[in-house]
């Protein structure tokens, strides 16, 4: 099992900046994708953000591309989510979510594929 807990989350204007942060403990070497996951309220939860532990390879949702960047840390287990040009639509709850095992490319509306996952971190954003 891994341990995830988020940090970073906050209000900002609209076209502002946060960077979420996602600490990984326990075993973590089992780990081959972390992911970035929102839900607002009434909504489904949404993969936004994915990267493969195993080379760093990233992918985004459509409504994300070009605004939110993953990357990983290796040597601190811990994963960030740096979100830029922020939109009172990207007001959520967000996730860290890991997996172990292989992912399909529908993994955005595939959260029940996510074994493990954080407490979640509000993000909240003001036009």
């Known amino acids: 099992q891994v341990q995830l807990v988020e940090s970073g989350g906050g209000s900002v204007q609209a076209g502002g900046s946060l960077r979420l942060s996602c600490a990984a403990s326990g075993y973590t070497y089992s780990t081959d994708y972390m992911g970035w996951f929102r839900q607002a309220p009434g909504k489904e939860r949404e993969g936004v953000a994915l990267i493969y532990t195993r080379s760093d390879s990233t992918y985004y949702a459509d409504s994300v591309k070009g605004r939110f960047t993953i990357s990983q840390d290796k040597a601190k287990n811990t994963v960030y989510l740096q979100m830029n040009s922020l939109k009172p639509e990207d007001t959520a709850m967000y996730y860290c979510?890991?997996?172990?095992?292989?992912?399909?490319?529908?993994?955005?509306?595939?959260?029940?594929?996510?074994?493990?996952w954080g407490q979640g971190t509000q993000v909240t954003v003001s036009s």
């Open positions: 979510a890991a997996r172990a095992g292989k992912l399909g490319s529908s993994w955005s509306r595939r959260w029940t594929d996510f074994g493990s």
